[in-house]
């Protein structure tokens, strides 16, 4: 059970620091004031435009990244602990931008065994937790393939069952769809969603593009390092002067249901797939 709290959490870059005596410089820092808990199960999604801080925050929860000030909680373990770094790793995984970066192996199967591998796991644990990695990303066909005759989004897939294969109880995506086409997108997000709503892992799904927000509960929206927005997925959308403030890509149907609502009284602007406007379009009263 993994609940991760952050705590007046700061954090300046190394050459934020150095222009500190500068004084014509005044860098801001990459986030600042971020109090935040996350909880086990819950699926959020990290919204912002670039340069938000987004990937900063990321690298905070599992210690790839100190507070520059404030403190960062894994199960009540601070990531300054260095003695306790390892447990911290082994419940929060990361699964970045590129699936190129990630995957080192020539074959699918040594791919995602060389994390538990070095756990030290009997080889008959090894095997049964490959083939469940694999198939929790529907990729079993692939086992002794060769990954760089995958498309992207399977090489994703491959990326996220080496998480998996580590049993991580929280996984953080940092836009992991960006490189993929719409297909591999769609059948990563659903990929995603499945991990959250059947094996119960918590997802921090990074995202520059709010329309991968649908399946998640819960909206965290990062705007010049500090916290705009956070609050149900639902609301989130339902605020637009907000959603249009942030500078992240936004859903078509939310674009039209923004308009509708300048004409319509009592449209809904809460909308988040194309389905939910077509039926409150179709409810208009004449
Ligand atoms: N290695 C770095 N050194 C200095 N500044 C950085 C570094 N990485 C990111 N930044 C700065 O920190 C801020 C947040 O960046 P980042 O967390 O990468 O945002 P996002 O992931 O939302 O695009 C930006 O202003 C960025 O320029
Ligand atoms: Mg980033």
Redesign the pocket.
């Known amino acids: 059970m993994s609940t991760i709290h952050l705590r007046d959490v700061y954090?300046k870059?190394?050459?934020?620091l150095d222009n500190e005596e500068d004084i014509n410089s005044n860098?801001?820092?990459?986030?600042s004031n971020i109090n935040l808990e996350i909880k086990q199960g819950e699926f959020v999604c990290l919204l912002?435009?670039?340069?938000?801080?987004?990937?900063?925050?990321?690298?905070l929860l599992n210690g790839l990244a100190l507070p520059t000030s404030g403190e960062v909680l894994v199960d009540g373990i601070s990531t300054k602990d260095e003695s306790r770094v390892y447990e911290i790793r082994k419940k929060v995984g990361i699964v970045f931008q590129n699936p190129d970066d990630q995957i080192i192996s020539s074959i699918v199967e040594e791919d995602i065994a060389f994390g538990p591998e070095n756990l030290n796991l009997d080889s008959a644990e090894i095997e049964q937790r490959v083939d469940s990695a694999l198939e929790s990303v529907s990729m079993t066909q692939y086992k002794y393939t060769d990954p760089s005759h995958l498309s992207g989004g399977q090489k994703q897939k491959i990326a996220i069952a080496g998480q998996l294969a580590l049993k991580q109880e929280v996984i953080v995506f940092?836009?992991p769809m960006s490189m993929l086409d719409e297909k591999d997108r769609t059948d990563l997000l659903s990929v995603i969603k499945k991990l959250n709503r059947e094996d119960k892992i918590t997802i921090i799904l990074?995202t520059?593009n709010a329309s991968e927000a649908v399946y998640s509960d819960r909206v965290i929206a990062?705007q010049?390092?500090t916290i705009k927005y956070d609050g149900p997925t639902n609301a989130f959308f339902g605020n637009k002067e907000m959603v249009l403030s942030l500078g992240v890509e936004i859903p078509v149907a939310n674009k039209i249901a923004y308009k509708l609502s300048e004409h319509i009284k009592g449209f809904n602007e809460k909308i988040i797939t194309k389905e939910d406007l077509v039926s409150q379009i179709l409810n208009i009263k004449r």
Do not use: F
Request: aromatic content about 6%.
């Open positions: 954090y870059y190394q050459s934020q860098l801001p820092e990459a986030l912002g435009k670039n340069g938000s801080g987004k990937s900063t925050l990321a690298k940092d836009e990074i520059h990062l010049k390092g």
